[in-house]
């Protein structure tokens, strides 16, 4: 079977350097934050070319603490995407705020920034973009409308590690920017990881708090800011105990591995080339798959997508599926349901037929194999099953 996406190749073509890497870890006795993860979000800060960096337990934390760094919560509501992981969303309401949902362009699937100004209200506090499937939402035009309602941009970039927008790396583009790395990501750990990145010293300290239970500096700094006081560093007062047992914040226990920061410096150098080899890819599959049963996916000319997944619309999806299982290929769905329809949404009022854009990719759309270290002989064998499909 050619899977869609595949994690072991990966591990084989660094082995040598992720074994010795690790080993290093286990042997220093660190393993959590440290020397190890300072160094990864320096790099990756770098890499974004923004400032700040603070590294956390996986992406979906990120966003719930990012939201929380921005003192969203309850009686907020922030604005996101109908189609996208349910994390985004999921965060959203973890903080106590109402996910507000717009729907996706039929081209990029990424945020209709046209049906953005409608979805304001007085108690939206932010944004949340999602560059999709690898690919930038029109960032300029989201926070020109989020900005001009005093609400803040954070992207879910989640499936877009060294996208570019109009030249610029993605986690750069609004104020502050959320990354999943899940093995199966563009960038991956072996294991849980994420990070947040932002330009702004006060984001960064209260994300610094929120990932250790809201404790000593970073926290008491954060507090004054979100209640609207003075902050006076001549006041804060440890009694000469550790500043992690004084909490300022409910915060969480989030916080990156040194073993997944090492594993991540290690393979940072190395996004850009696979990255490079998933857009290859996709010109091959754009190029060479002829068959009209599948709209191909469409990327903004002000975009340089990097293919997490290559999105296909198809009529038949499960006749499509069972075709291709058939010949030994596998096929993934991004994803089923969008989040206006799900369960876990349903206090929220929405109804089907409210997005219509994000239903109909729901229903029909699909992706075949997208990983770097896909061989020419898949590639071709992919192309060859595709273009003897028949609806
Ligand atoms: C993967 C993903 C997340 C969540 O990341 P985790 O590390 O799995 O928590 C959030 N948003 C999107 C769009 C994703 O694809």
Not at 142 to 164: P, T
Not at 269 to 275: A, C, R, V
Not at 288 to 310: L, R, S, W
């Amino acid at each position: 079977m050619i899977p869609v996406m595949n994690v072991q190749r990966q591990y084989a073509s660094l082995q040598d350097e992720l074994d010795a890497a690790a080993l290093e870890v286990l042997h220093s006795g660190g393993y959590i934050l440290g020397p190890k993860v300072q160094n990864f979000e320096n790099e990756f800060a770098s890499y974004c070319g923004a400032k700040y960096a603070v590294g956390v337990g996986n992406g979906t934390d990120a966003l719930v603490i990012a939201l929380l760094a921005a003192g969203i919560g309850e009686g907020d509501e922030v604005i996101t995407t109908a189609m996208t992981f349910v994390s985004t969303a999921e965060a959203i309401a973890q903080v106590g705020a109402t996910p507000v949902f717009v729907d996706i362009t039929p081209e990029t699937y990424t945020m209709d920034p046209s049906k953005l100004e409608a979805a304001f209200t007085s108690k939206t506090k932010a944004v949340i973009p999602v560059h999709i499937y690898g690919q930038a939402a029109d960032m300029d035009e989201i926070c020109r409308i989020a900005h001009s309602h005093n609400a803040l941009v954070i992207e879910d970039c989640a499936q877009a590690a060294g996208a570019k927008y109009k030249g610029r790396r993605t986690c750069s583009l609004g104020d502050m920017a959320c990354v999943s790395f899940f093995p199966t990501k563009n960038l991956g750990a072996a294991g849980d990881a994420g990070i947040i990145v932002t330009d702004s010293e006060d984001l960064y300290k209260a994300a610094m708090a929120f990932r250790v239970h809201g404790s000593g500096l970073n926290g008491a700094y954060t507090y004054a800011r979100l209640n609207g006081q003075e902050f006076d560093e001549s006041k804060v007062d440890f009694h000469g105990n550790l500043p992690k047992y004084y909490n300022y914040l409910v915060g969480f226990n989030s916080r990156l591995d040194a073993l997944q920061a090492a594993m991540l410096s290690v393979k940072l150098p190395h996004l850009d080339d696979w990255n490079a080899r998933r857009r290859e890819i996709a010109a091959i599959y754009n190029e060479k798959i002829t068959n009209t049963a599948f709209a191909k996916p469409v990327v903004a000319d002000f975009n340089e997508h990097i293919f997490y997944v290559y999105p296909l619309r198809v009529n038949d999806r499960a006749k499509f599926r069972a075709y291709m299982e058939e010949k030994g290929i596998a096929t993934g769905v991004y994803f089923p349901v969008p989040m206006h329809e799900q369960a876990c949404f349903g206090k929220l009022g929405y109804k089907h037929g409210d997005f219509p854009v994000a239903e109909d990719l729901a229903e029909h759309g699909v992706t075949i194999p997208m990983f770097p270290e896909l061989t020419d002989d898949e590639i071709n064998q992919v192309i060859d099953a595709m273009n003897a499909y028949t609806e």
